[in-house]
């Protein structure tokens, strides 16, 4: 499975941004879908993540409530909504894709990763 992230940029304290995933070389509806992200000097962590049904999701406790992540099957995508962005929201984000993964959280049971877009919130 191939992973395009998009949809990424610089955005004032406060606001919204969507991410997309978009995916293409395998049967998107099999797998788990989670977003990560990766701040300068730190760990990637995790976001979010939902089940191939998309019946199912978790959150970091970080972003509950801001964040919502939402799939669409039919068009393999991914979407990761973002509202009430903060500065320490700012990091690269990316997406993964795992058979039965979640609610593990960890990046470890994710087999396939898009490559980054960067998410910037100034104050």
């Known amino acids: 499975v191939q992973l395009q992230a998009s949809g990424g940029g610089l955005v004032q304290a406060g606001g919204s941004l969507r991410l997309s995933c978009a995916a293409s070389?395998?049967?998107?509806?099999?797998?788990?879908l989670g977003w990560f992200r990766q701040a300068p000097g730190k760990e990637r962590e995790f976001v979010a993540g939902i089940t191939w049904s998309g019946g199912t999701t978790n959150y970091a406790d970080s972003v509950k409530g801001r964040f919502t992540i939402s799939r669409d099957n039919a068009k393999n995508t991914v979407y990761l909504q973002m509202n009430s962005l903060k500065p320490e929201d700012t990091a690269v984000y990316y997406c993964a894709a795992g058979i039965a993964v979640v609610p593990a959280r960890s990046r470890h049971q994710y087999d396939y990763w898009g490559q980054g877009t960067q998410v910037t919130v100034s104050s």
């Open positions: 070389g395998g049967t998107f509806s099999r797998y788990d």
